[in-house]
Structures are given as C-alpha cells and as structure tokens.
C-alpha cells in the first residue's frame, strides 16, 4: 500500500511538471510544484532547477516584460506566500527561500539574492501613494515606485517591512518586525521602527572591501 501511494504521488508531480513545463517561460528539472499552486500570466514566469513551490502559493507575473517573475535554483517558497509583479518584475536568487505568508510586491522591481533567508510574514514593497494634496482623495493622488535590493546571504526576521527604494548590503541581518525604511549597510544587524543599525557582523576595513549592490547576482535588466 505504501508503494502504491508513493508511485501515485511519483506520478501526480511528473504530471504536474509536465503540465506547467508546457505554460511557463521555462521550467528547471526537479521542480516541485504542488496541488493549488497558483500561477496567473504563467507565460511571464521562469522557476529554476530543484525549486519547491507549494500549495496556496501565488505568482502573479502581470507585466509587461518577458520575464515578470524569475526565480533561480534550489529556492523554497512556502505556503500562501503572494509574488506579484504587477507591471514591474521580481528576481529571485539560487538557495534563497521564502517562508509562509510573505508578500513581495514587484511594481519598482525587487532583486534578491543568493542565500537569502526570508522568514514567515514579510512583506517587501517597492510602491507609494503621493499624498501632499488634500483638496482631493489619496487615492486619485496616483503612486510612485523604486526599488528594492536585497543581496546576498541576507536573513530576514519574521514579520519584518521592507519598504520603497531600499537596498539592504551582503550578509546583514533584519530583526523580526522592523521596518526598513533606508540603505543598510553590508553585514549589519538592523532592528526596531524604524529599523536602525545596532551591531556589525565584520571589522570596518572587511566592510570597505564589499560591493554595495548586487555582486554576486544579476539584475533582472543585466539579464
């Protein structure tokens, strides 16, 4: 009996793959897609080799680009977690993962790197809502976007906001719920509302010698 299951679920993920194989931009080997895995203008998105993307989870890949969702190798994306791009674009690096509930809105475009640990409930966000107006509704004021960058071997606290125009440098660490609201620096440790910088995992002269943005990955445009 137990075989019998095992083959059945064997069975159930080859045609899975199959399936999406034929609908996404490209699909790597060994991906695991999972039942009610959701993937809306599936054309637009490309998931890489040994990648996991379980049930609840939604990918939303509305833009104009040929690529609005990219995501590399070996990368875990946990239950109910939302990637929209949303007429920009989100990047995501081999061996990151990103856990349950967590929300990235590409509308600036979001670049993630290698190794980069994203805990339960995060939200990233690269959109705003003008506001300097009162004599008509915030919501007819029209919204602005920038970017995000997140670099490589980055671990992200649970609940933690990353908001608009933000790039947090290589190897630093944001507390559980803090609230990014500027730069961090390589190899920081950032906590608090709005997040500030309490500690630093390397010596000042290490830190000189790294690259402030994206050494290890590319950005979705250098692609």
């Known amino acids: 009996m137990a075989n019998a299951k095992t083959m059945i679920r064997s069975a159930g993920r080859s045609l899975r793959h199959s399936w999406w194989r034929n609908r996404l931009a490209s699909l790597g080997s060994a991906a695991d897609?999972?039942?009610t895995a959701h993937f809306e203008y599936a054309g637009s998105i490309s998931i890489g080799r040994n990648c996991r993307i379980p049930r609840q989870t939604l990918l939303r890949a509305n833009t104009e680009r040929d690529t609005g969702i990219r995501i590399g190798n070996h990368v875990s994306i946990l239950e109910n977690v939302l990637i929209n791009a949303n007429r920009g674009h989100v990047a995501i690096g081999d061996h990151s993962w990103?856990?349950?509930?967590?929300?990235?809105?590409?509308?600036?475009?979001?670049?993630?790197?290698?190794?980069?640990?994203?805990?339960?409930?995060?939200?990233?966000?690269?959109?705003?809502?003008?506001?300097?107006?009162?004599?008509i509704p915030m919501n007819r004021q029209g919204t602005y976007c920038n970017p995000v960058t997140i670099d490589e071997d980055v671990w992200i606290g649970t609940s933690a906001v990353i908001l608009q125009g933000v790039?947090?440098?290589?190897?630093?660490?944001?507390?559980?719920?803090?609230?990014?609201?500027?730069?961090?620096?390589?190899?920081?440790?950032?906590?608090?509302?709005?997040?500030?910088?309490?500690?630093?995992?390397k010596s000042t002269a290490e830190q000189k010698s790294s690259t402030r943005r994206l050494p290890g990955i590319m950005t979705m445009e250098q692609q």
């Open 33 to 35: 897609i999972q039942p």
């Open 98 to 135: 990103i856990g349950p509930g967590s929300i990235v809105y590409g509308n600036g475009g979001v670049n993630i790197g290698n190794n980069v640990m994203i805990a339960s409930h995060c939200v990233i966000n690269t959109v705003s809502h003008h506001t300097s107006r009162t004599d």
């Open 167 to 201: 790039c947090i440098g290589r190897g630093s660490i944001i507390g559980a719920g803090a609230v990014v609201t500027r730069d961090i620096p390589p190899f920081s440790i950032a906590v608090g509302l709005p997040a500030r910088v309490i500690a630093c995992r």
